[in-house]
């Protein structure tokens, strides 16, 4: 089985003579605790012979619900469609939040959308999950609507780490607070920031290791600022790098950049879609003297990635071996 996105209500059709197993959620970051909910999903749609269907919303709900409280994402809905199909198979419908949806009740929620719709038997949610307006459908009022409605509920407990659930919440602290170990952790993936590839002011191919500039949404949260390792994934190519986040102080605009030098590449890629996985942190931002003084340290830096990455292959390649000395 594969994943089909619908983006709106009114595109998705359902299956004749089909019922479904739906999850409901804003699933952002698509972490080890939503994995475990489209586990969970995938398992009892098979098992009660349902299709199983992911309702999310785009914008988050925040930004309707408390715009003068809106959190940065951990994935964009770009992003969430690189990383669900890792974990999920079936139909993600994506539901415009807007002021419509933040006004239904939990009970219009329910009949309009998981009965009349879907055709929903069973809902999978997480632990601490709340739906319609106001949050006031609890899972004690979801699991009395299925009563009155004809479906099953079941509770996802929650994924631990460090003693505490993994949530959202305690992922973006762990980036803010430059704990990128942790939030990768706690996601169970590569932090990806999608964008599309924009020209900059030209000065790393002067200095010899050209880069590729991302237009990325600023509803992004980005890691904390300073220079990785990552991978970059663009026009059906994978290649490894270095990316540095933050203000490049030689730029006059001194703007957040988020931009990454690939190695054995030259194509021109602008206008291109590209995703960016940092996946080691190696220094922190900081000002040059002069141009010289960076394209030496620019010159360490790739040594320090060219180490990391031997390491992640030797790392791979043990995997591998072991994996084959088990059979």
Not at 98 to 126: P, Q, T, Y
Not at 315 to 320: A, G, I, L, V, Y
Request: proline fraction near 4%; aromatic fraction near 10%; glycine fraction near 10%.
């Amino acid at each position: 089985m594969s994943v089909t996105f619908v983006k709106g209500l009114e595109h998705y059709r359902k299956t004749e003579g089909r019922c479904a197993a739906v999850t409901i959620g804003t699933f952002d970051g698509i972490h080890r605790g939503h994995q475990e909910i489209f586990k969970t999903l995938g398992e009892v749609g098979k098992g009660i012979d349902c299709d199983p269907v992911l309702v999310t919303f785009n914008p988050h709900p925040r930004v309707v619900v408390t715009p003068e409280e809106i959190p940065l994402l951990l994935t964009t809905i770009k992003e969430k469609e690189k990383f669900i199909p890792s974990f999920f198979k079936g139909t993600v419908l994506v539901l415009e939040f807007n002021e419509k949806l933040k006004e239904m009740s939990a009970d219009d929620f329910v009949k309009s959308i998981l009965i009349d719709r879907l055709g929903a038997r069973k809902v999978i949610v997480g632990y601490d999950h709340a739906f319609g307006k106001n949050r006031s459908g609890s899972i004690d009022n979801l699991r009395a609507l299925g009563e009155q409605y004809g479906f099953e509920v079941q509770v996802v407990e929650p994924v631990m780490y460090g003693g505490k659930p993994i949530s959202s919440s305690r992922i973006r602290a762990a980036l803010r607070d430059n704990d990128y170990v942790g939030a990768i952790e706690m996601l169970g993936h590569h932090y990806g920031i999608y964008g599309v590839v924009e020209r900059g002011i030209g000065l790393g191919r002067r200095l010899g290791y050209p880069t590729a500039n991302l237009r990325y949404s600023g509803r992004k949260l980005l890691p904390s600022d300073g220079v990785y390792s990552c991978w970059a994934e663009v026009g059906g190519e994978c290649k490894p790098g270095m990316m540095f986040i933050g203000t490049n102080y030689f730029n006059p605009q001194q703007r957040l950049s988020v931009e990454a030098n690939l190695f054995d590449f030259d194509r021109d890629i602008y206008e291109e879609e590209m995703m960016l996985y940092p996946s080691e942190y190696l220094r922190s931002n900081r000002r040059f003297d002069s141009t010289e003084k960076l394209k030496e340290q620019l010159k360490l830096d790739k040594q320090n990635v060219l180490s990391i990455l031997e390491k992640e292959r030797k790392d791979d390649n043990e995997q591998r071996a072991q994996s084959s000395n088990r059979f």
